[in-house]
């Protein structure tokens, strides 16, 4: 009777280690799929974002085409808040304005602004001539479609 035990313990010893060792495998196989979903969603952001700029300079050139650019770079920050209410929305969202580290002056012109803070001229321009060019249609722009800070303060 001991020896059937001793041999059953044995078995169930390499059952254990034969389970243990697939774990394993399974484990490392997660983590290498796990792996592949986060470069290819990095992957997938990086596109998005590149699509996005490339979708906004080519709305840019539209609007410059056109010849419905209503905002310039040489208007004054306060001039151009002044034309629709959600243009502070759109600069804050760029970083131009809403902070206190992004604060300009509403006596500068938008391109001044925009040089001081760091940022690309075009992309600003073309969101905020897309937002006039929308709402002067009739149409409502849609909130998910403004660039819009990434900071909400709640008091």
Not at 62 to 78: D, S
Request: proline fraction near 3%; include cysteine; hydrophobic fraction near 45%.
């Amino acid at each position: 009777m001991v020896y059937a035990a001793f041999i059953f313990a044995i078995i169930a010893l390499l059952f254990a280690w034969r389970v243990n060792r697939t774990g394993g495998e399974l484990r490392e196989r997660i983590a290498q799929v796990n792996s592949r979903v986060y470069n290819l969603r990095l992957g997938l952001q990086e596109m998005q974002e590149t699509s996005e700029k490339e979708l906004t300079a080519l709305k840019f050139e539209v609007l410059k085409l056109q010849g419905n650019l209503r905002i310039t770079p040489e208007m004054r920050v306060g001039d151009v808040v002044s034309i629709h209410p959600q243009i502070e929305q759109v600069l804050a969202g760029f970083h131009i304005g809403g902070c206190s580290s992004c604060s300009v002056d509403d006596r500068q012109t938008l391109g001044e602004a925009v040089a001081v803070n760091g940022r690309e001229l075009e992309p600003i321009l073309a969101a905020l001539n897309t937002l006039v060019a929308e709402s002067q249609n009739g149409g409502t722009v849609a909130p998910e479609r403004l660039k819009t800070p990434n900071v909400q303060l709640q008091f």
